[in-house]
């Protein structure tokens, strides 16, 4: 039985609110990119690249939600997790 590593990082017993995005969060032992020698080549690389496009949104669109009365639609298939769906609104 193999567990997919997309869900290696949602055990709220080992990350508190695994579900919530918190890019200041200071604990960074999830498996996102894997570990030991199979880590992915790109993982700094991926890294940055969200950090810029996060940083650049922040200063376009500063004050954003999800759109009231609207549930983002989440999936996971194949070892990867994802959103289909994310209604977002801002002013």
Not at 2 to 23: C, K, N, Q, T
Not at 58 to 69: A, D, L, N, S
Request: glycine share 10%; hydrophobic share 40%.
């Amino acid at each position: 039985m193999a567990m997919p590593l997309a869900f290696a990082s949602m055990d709220e017993e080992a990350f508190a609110d695994a579900g919530e995005i918190d890019i200041d969060r200071s604990v960074f032992g999830n498996l996102a990119f894997g570990a030991g020698p199979h880590r992915c080549l790109g993982s700094h690389l991926a890294r940055r690249e969200l950090i810029v496009a996060v940083e650049e949104w922040h200063k376009r669109i500063p004050h954003y939600r999800v759109t009231e009365g609207e549930q983002p639609l989440e999936h996971s298939g194949g070892g990867v997790a994802g959103l289909d769906y994310l209604p977002l609104s801002w002013d």
